[in-house]
């Protein structure tokens, strides 16, 4: 199978919350469209540095992370961000790749929105046994 990607929106959710207490008007809600490397192999959302910019999602913390290569590195963490996919929406923290590094949209929040990958189309789709809204397991 090859790589697959997705145009995923994300949005401060913090600019949300300003915006239900009237603090912001809606238009003025930082959010962007990107084009994401779906990546069942990274359990996280991983955004990079210039989307970080533009998003202005706050610090929470930094992490010790292994990379692909099993490097050891520390990563900032922020959010969080609500992240929208067709009819799915989901929110979760995102660590900070360096730079322009290529987004990934990791294995929590792809099970969150419930979605998956079309291995014959190699595309991110709405999963077909519950097209209208996500299911989960809680156990």
Same mark, same amino acid.
Request: hydrophobic residues 45%.
């Given at each position: 199978?090859?790589? #697959?990607?997705?145009?995923? $929106?994300?949005?401060?959710? *913090? ?11 809606? $238009? *003025? ?6 084009? @994401?490397? #779906?990546? /069942? ?8 540095? *210039? ?9 929470? $913390? ?12 520390? @990563?900032? #963490?922020?959010? !969080? ?7 799915? /929406? /989901? ?11 290529? !987004? ?7 099970? *969150? @929105? ?13 999963? !077909? ?7 989960? /397991?809680?156990?």
């Amino acid at each position: 199978m090859g790589l #697959v990607y997705a145009e995923i $929106e994300l949005i401060n959710a *913090d600019d949300l919350g300003l915006v239900r207490q009237h603090y912001l008007d809606v $238009e *003025d809600v930082k959010r962007i469209v990107v084009t @994401m490397l #779906v990546d /069942t192999g990274a359990y996280n959302l991983c955004i990079n540095e *210039d989307i970080q910019s533009q998003l202005q999602l706050p610090f929470v $913390e930094r992490r010790s992370v292994y990379t692909a290569d099993n490097r050891l590195i520390e @990563m900032d #963490v922020v959010g !969080p961000v609500i992240l929208k996919f067709k009819n799915r /929406t /989901t929110s979760c923290l995102a660590m900070v790749l360096p730079g322009d590094s290529e !987004p990934l949209l990791g294995a929590i929040p792809l099970e *969150d @929105m419930d979605v998956l990958i079309h291995p014959q189309r190699q595309e991110l789709i709405v999963n !077909p046994d519950h097209p209208y809204m996500a299911v989960m /397991t809680l156990k």
